[in-house]
């Protein structure tokens, strides 16, 4: 933990944005977690995901829910609009703000406690209704601001600190996202930023609910030998299906790919998603084969990564619920309390 | 590419820019952090014993640690050493008692000293404590050479001449022969000194050579002669009009002295352009604020006189051009000359070296610039027994490169004298600490003051220009020195990697606030320099490389524009990345070492 604020002063030739805003402007206050955790670096991914995206920071609602995972959001785009709800209770927060205007980028950030124990039905719900966000799950497999017990998304087998064994099976985010209709998903870590910040923009540029487990290392909790959420574990085991390029506005193809070697799968909004091909047979597009290919990779103790599925053509709540466009703030009183004879009219109707 | 070897001191000396820039080495920030602490003393006696002068220097030096320092590339401007070390200077309390004693019985060696400048009194004062027995012959009635005769007291004040001379010559150990021209090298030779040591300056101020000259010959001053009977007091007033010829420091000094002595429109004419003028920026700016224009491009074609009376200067308007070989030349421009009205015309365009009192078969060689041909870095000529130094050896520099080759000779003749080889140069002291006391706390304040440049406060023109003895810079007071200091970025307390400690977290990379880290596969250097975090073309600064990583990559880090937060430390989880204070003194003659280290 540090007490002095990071110094203002930056890199002389910081190159800016489409906005003219440098990196440093997406930042927030300087972290009060412990040197070395990996939602620090998950923070920076995504500092630097809204750089290249050239997101205008009052764009972005950022939500959170109780634990290390949800402190963070303090500690980036300090000047988005912020949440920091009950425990668990991220995802319904979301949802609710995000049908009162859904013309903001909703960034929901959770724990694995907060969203695979307390608030597993929350995030179970928030997805099968496909609301339009990026929900990221900061996952170090531990509890760590009550000093290192299991969490729920514990592989059996891996040892605490102290030595204990867990002999819980383990929830895959991953699996039960893919199974409740998420419409993008992938798995990285946080010690991987050159894939960790594609996947973050392709997310935030993915018009349905998209899904992103990022295993990160508790250093202080969860690091030692034995566990499978370390930076030593994760970097061993870690087999990559692809890596993914966000190209929006028409940036030219600047590397030279084997043909077969390169997917691009363009999104609704426009944007394209590049992904180049680390496995030949993987289709991130068959949401069956990749949970079959998931199981398997997993039994033979392989951690996967990379965009793991993709639905280009999404539809999210809102498409569903058939609502109205505009953000309720801008609609009004008469729209908003339409009075008696509309909700005669409307009972009426289902009489 | 190969590891860096942080163990080779030049590595993180280098890192220190101002002090690697420094010809004395000086630490800068370990002086400057004791300003800032109010140690006053301490700040001072860390200055005296790298640069001998700090009360002279703090408001003289060319100071190029200023241009060098790091703060210069991460915002406007530097900091204010040169201004900082006078702070240290004028706030210190008794030194006397700190420095070092000069022994009761000496070694029995005899050093003669020709030149009471800088150089010469930088040897006596290395040499004395060890015993020698050092003689200094000066031509004027008080020590320090051209810091008394040709620095305004406008920009320094007699007395400071007086204190730090006398801390050398009044001591013990050095014997003064003033008011004594030495006419012969040989009869000095002859009368066995152990070894002799020559920094006698750069005594010959160049002539004009254009028609006017010798009839106008009254009014025609030869710039540094003119400038040290100004300081002697021969000289008291100049003519309402005067013209400076020439665009160095010699050139700012006799303008603005002339300004002094009723001189009302004193114009400075410059052969080349603005910029490449060898003043310094801030002594130009000095000068036109006390209301001197500065013309550029014109030569001197002609002095004007009238009954042997100079009435004005003909110029030539001039402009560089590249000739055939690319070597830039200044052809007129075509355009027509211009004539100034003067009353007096001050030559400063430059100063030789001359050495009528060395014979020429006493075996000392010269090259044909008439510079003695000297082994550049023990500075010891062809006649063994003799070493030169400051404006004598290599032609005019300034009073910090005397004050280096001082020492440097100093080693040599103390060497010499002990029948030990004199191309053998002891290393540096080297001292390395971590600054590490707490999780997050460390023992150098390490957050980065966002303040900008302060400004030294100057006295009114009104006042400053009645008396030339009127000192124009007030200097910092205490407070405004304070939040100066704070703007260093204490560049000597190096960021120190150890990789078998990294657990490649990125912790140090996301919270540098410059971008300096990158962990990256391996290459080589220019190749690797384009693929950092933030790409490294800054040539002359080093890139840190460490390689021992458990994912087979390299820690690259740039040191241009690091800040030396600590950040990266605060951040590491495992201690691979800690905050050691490098302190290095350069070699001094053994007796009088480890000073700057012993002070903490």
Redesign the interface.
Known sequence: ????P?????????PTNALGYTR?DYEGA??TL?????H??I??AIIQACFELDIEPHRVAKMSGIGCSSKTPDYFLGASHGFNSVHGRMPSVLTGANLANRELLYLGVSGDGDSASIGFGQFAHSIRRGVNMTYIVENNGVYGLTKGQFSATSDKGSKAKKGTVNTDEAIDLIGIALQLGATYVARSF??D?DQLVPLIKGAMRHDGPAFIDCIS?C?AFN?HEGSTKS??FV?EHNEAMNRLDVITGRAPITADYEPGEVREVEQHDGSILRLRKLHAEYDPTNRVAAMHHLHERKAAGEIVTGLLFIDPEPRDLHANLNTVARPLNRLGDAALVPGAAALEAVNAGLR | MTPTDIRNPDYFHKVVDCQWACPAHTPVPEYIRMIAAGRYSDAYMVNWHSNVFPGVLGRTCDRPCEPACRRGRVEEEPVAICRLKRVAADNKEGVLARMPPIPAIGNGKRIACIGAGPASLTVARDLAPLGYEVHVFDEQAKGGGFIRSQIPRFRLPESVIDEEVGYITDRGGVVTHYNQRVGSLRALLAEGYDAVFIGAGAPRGRDLDVPGRQEAAANIHIGIDWLSSVSFGHIESVGRRVIVLGGGNTAMDCCRSARRLGGEQVTVVVRSGFEEMKASPWEKEDAMHEGIPILNWLVPKQVLHEGGRLTGMVFEKVKAERDANGRRQLVPSGEPDVTIEADDVLVAIGQENAFPWIEADLGLEFDRWGLPKLNEKTLQSTLPQVFFGGDAAFGPKNIIWAVAHGHEAAVSIDRFCQGEDVTQRPPPDVVMSSQKMGIHEWSYDSAVSPDLRFKVPHAENEVALRDIKTEVELGYDRELAFKEAQRCLNCDVQTVFTSKLCIECDACVDICPVDCITFTEDGEEMELRDRLKMPAHNLEQAIYVADGLKTGRVMAKDEDVCLHCGMCAERCPTGAWDMQKFLLESAKPKAERVHACAIR
């Not at chain 1, 990071?6 to 910081?14: C, I, Q, R, S, V």
């Open positions: 933990m540090s007490f002095l990071k110094p203002k002063l930056h890199h002389p030739k910081l440093r300087i972290s412990c040197a070395g955790c990996g620090d670096s923070s920076a946080s010690g930023k290392p250093v690091n930076y030593d970097r």
